[in-house]
């Protein structure tokens, strides 16, 4: 089994800060790529930024210059910085990542149950 556990969601008001933090555990051999998603309310869920295993990453235009993300190898985790947010960046933002498991099995995709980010004054 994986998990992905995410912290840090909440309300804040326009132009704040939040800090989100998504930490893989589990049967776990290869982390391939990890990162964040988000679902506005009607909307599909759309990329917000990822690490690949290389390094390399993924950032939407949405959010560049105002979002970071970042990781820590040791701890399976990833995080995202989000500075000078903005009503439509509300949204439930979710933890992705591409894993395989074992030497022998495949690579599959997990999710993390979501966390609420709401930009409100």
């Known amino acids: 089994q994986v998990q992905l556990v995410e912290s840090g969601g909440g309300l804040v008001q326009p132009g704040g800060s939040l800090r989100l933090s998504c930490a893989a555990s589990?049967?776990?051999?290869?982390?391939?790529?990890m990162g964040w998603y988000r679902q506005a309310p009607g909307k599909q869920r759309e990329l917000v930024a990822t690490?690949?295993?290389?390094?390399?990453?993924s950032v939407a235009d949405s959010v560049k210059g105002r979002f970071t993300i970042s990781r820590d190898n040791a701890k399976n985790t990833v995080y995202l910085q989000m500075n000078s947010l903005k009503p439509d960046d509300t949204a439930v933002y979710y933890c992705?990542?591409?894993?395989?498991?074992?030497?022998?099995?495949?690579?599959?995709?997990?999710w993390g149950q979501g966390t609420q980010v709401t930009v409100s004054s």
């Open positions: 690490f690949t295993r290389e390094g390399s990453t």
């Open positions: 992705n990542a591409n894993i395989r498991r074992a030497v022998l099995s495949g690579r599959d995709d997990y």
């Open positions: 589990g049967s776990i051999f290869i982390i391939y790529a």
